[in-house]
């Protein structure tokens, strides 16, 4: 069994900052692809950023420059700093990872259960 337990939303003003984390436990040979989506009220859940196993990353437009995501392969852990946040970047953060519990494992998409994040004006 594999759980992803999120941390570190809450209530913010507008400008300020928020880190949160999301730690990967359980039966776990290795972790390729992590990410991070949002989903706002009455809206579909998208992404914000990415990283693979190496390293790269990926974000959406509308939080580059703003946020920075990062891991700890150590730890089965991966990080979203959120900088100069915005009423917009207000909603439900979930992380995401393509996981091997096994060596021939093809691996599987698991997520976490969600954090809210309110920026307020």
């Known amino acids: 069994q594999v759980q992803l337990v999120e941390s570190g939303g809450g209530l913010v003003q507008a400008g300020g900052s928020l880190r949160l984390s999301c730690a990967a436990s359980?039966?776990?040979?290795?972790?390729?692809?992590m990410g991070w989506y949002r989903q706002a009220p009455g809206k579909q859940r998208e992404l914000v950023a990415l990283?693979?196993?190496?390293?790269?990353?990926n974000y959406a437009d509308s939080v580059k420059d703003r946020f920075t995501i990062s891991r700890d392969n150590t730890k089965n852990t991966v990080f979203l700093q959120m900088n100069s946040l915005k009423p917009e970047d207000t909603a439900v953060y979930y992380c995401?990872?393509?996981?091997?519990?096994?060596?021939?494992?093809?691996?599987?998409?698991?997520w976490g259960q969600g954090t809210q994040v309110t920026v307020s004006s």
């Open positions: 359980g039966t776990i040979f290795s972790i390729n692809n």
């Open positions: 990283i693979t196993n190496g390293g790269s990353t």
């Open positions: 995401n990872a393509n996981i091997k519990r096994r060596i021939y494992d093809l691996g599987s998409l698991y």
